[in-house]
């Protein structure tokens, strides 16, 4: 929906002429009913982020107990059933980027400053980078230093470019993310040795492997540190510079038609591009299993897996078409449920306390794996040095069985999360809460 058919009031400020909207235009019922609890956070952003968050613990699930030799999105391999526990999380890491930049919006309808925002934006991207290179990472493989870039780096670093993006007219902020998520796929063919000494730096910004970083030692001894790129920066700057400018441009009258609009329309495109075979989903010689054109397979199941196949690392253009649309229509859907009814109020304590969550599930899922390993009298010593990044799992389990665990997972973080988001609404003050 355009901007100027938004009745919305204008006003001019020292970054020019903007629609800045009133506390009384986002009313705290601007995704769903609220409960008379303290709490000012939308109930739909926390429920939509709430499933993001178990359906990632079915993937960080799968990741040390499947023992598949092969990836889920290796077509020569993959069975449906593997590919789609694969695919529905697929979903998580938009919906992180996506609500990021939305809810670093809405805080400033909730009396934040430019400057508070700003400053918080910085400040807990910087923070997020410091907990993928150090906690998050040491719970992935118990090795230390263990250096890549997961979601939380690519989060971080898209955060302390929103610090200085939010500065910019809101119509640039949403240009710029509109670019960078439709034209980023131009980049596929630039390779980091183009940059020579600098490659590594290229491929951080928009890659998917591994690198050396050379540093001096005591004396003249150098050591070699290794670096693995998992989630680049480009193009999850750009989701959630898109997820701010969203932000700004729902209508409180007209939210829940215009968003799941959107969606449709965002989900149609994607159809299209995919069926005619168009532009933005890279080449199967660039990069690895999921880039390329989708093909008719020896069975029905193989050809729908081959055709929502797409390329995650680096996200590519149809990927993000693929997901964002479901996100967007599923956001419109949970504006019209009543957050205190259950399931939904089960699910939106999971949103409410997403680091912690994120932090604890990947501890809880390692215990549990070497707790199965020992009982079962298999292999243990792959989980206590590496993991599965670093070996392939030597005793894998069927995926009952890893349903039956991310189920057993998801049971265990409902009462440590209750406890936590209590602490945080009785604790509203306290600023470091904000971090964790």
């Not at 009913?33 to 303290?38: E, L």
């Not at 910019?168 to 240009?175: E, S």
């Not at 707790?371 to 995926?399: C, E």
């Amino acid at each position: 929906m355009p901007v100027d058919k938004v009745d919305l009031p204008v006003q001019e400020t020292d970054r020019g002429t903007s629609w800045e909207p009133r506390p009384a235009l986002l009313p705290e019922n601007l995704f769903a009913t609220q409960s008379p609890a303290k709490s000012s956070r939308l109930a739909s952003v926390d429920l939509l982020r709430g499933v993001a968050m178990i359906l990632m613990a079915l993937d960080h699930t799968r990741d040390f107990f499947s023992g598949s030799p092969f990836i889920p999105e290796d077509l020569a391999h993959t069975t449906g059933y593997l590919f789609f526990t694969r695919f529905v999380t697929h979903f998580c890491a938009p919906v992180f980027f996506l609500l990021a930049g939305t809810s670093g919006y809405l805080s400033l309808s909730r009396g934040k400053s430019f400057d508070q925002v700003s400053r918080f934006f910085w400040t807990r991207g910087l923070w997020l980078v410091f907990l993928n290179l150090t906690v998050v990472a040491f719970g992935w493989t118990s090795v230390f230093p263990f250096l890549f870039s997961d979601v939380l780096w690519s989060l971080g670093w898209s955060m302390v470019a929103m610090a200085f993006l939010m500065r910019l007219p809101m119509r640039w902020i949403a240009a710029f993310g509109l670019v960078v998520i439709v034209g980023h796929n131009l980049l596929d063919r630039v390779r980091p040795a183009v940059f020579g000494n600098f490659g590594w730096l290229w491929l951080i910004l928009y890659g998917h492997g591994n690198f050396w970083i050379q540093t001096n030692g005591l004396g003249s001894t150098k050591i070699l540190v290794w670096f693995f790129v998992l989630f680049p920066i480009i193009p999850w700057v750009g989701v959630m510079a898109v997820g701010y400018a969203l932000g700004h441009l729902i209508d409180p009258r007209l939210k829940r038609r215009s968003i799941l609009t959107v969606g449709v329309i965002v989900s149609l495109t994607f159809v299209i591009f995919r069926i005619f075979h168009l532009y933005g989903n890279s080449h199967h010689h660039i990069f690895g299993p999921g880039a390329g054109r989708w093909r008719i397979e020896p069975t029905l199941t193989l050809t729908i897996v081959s055709f929502f196949d797409t390329l995650k690392y680096p996200a590519s253009f149809q990927f993000l078409l693929m997901t964002l649309g479901p996100i967007l229509m599923a956001l419109a859907w949970l504006s019209d449920i009543n957050p205190e009814k259950w399931p939904a109020r089960a699910i939106r304590v999971y949103g409410q306390v997403p680091l912690f969550y994120y932090i604890v599930h990947i501890y809880v899922i390692r215990a549990c794996a070497v707790y199965t390993a020992l009982i079962s009298k298999q292999d243990v010593a792959w989980l206590r040095y590496g993991g599965f990044m670093l070996h392939r799992v030597p005793n894998g389990h069927g995926l009952p069985f890893v349903y039956a665990m991310w189920f057993g997972v998801v049971l265990f973080m409902y009462p440590l999360c209750k406890w936590y988001a209590r602490m945080k609404l009785s604790h509203e003050t306290s600023w470091w809460l904000r971090y964790l």
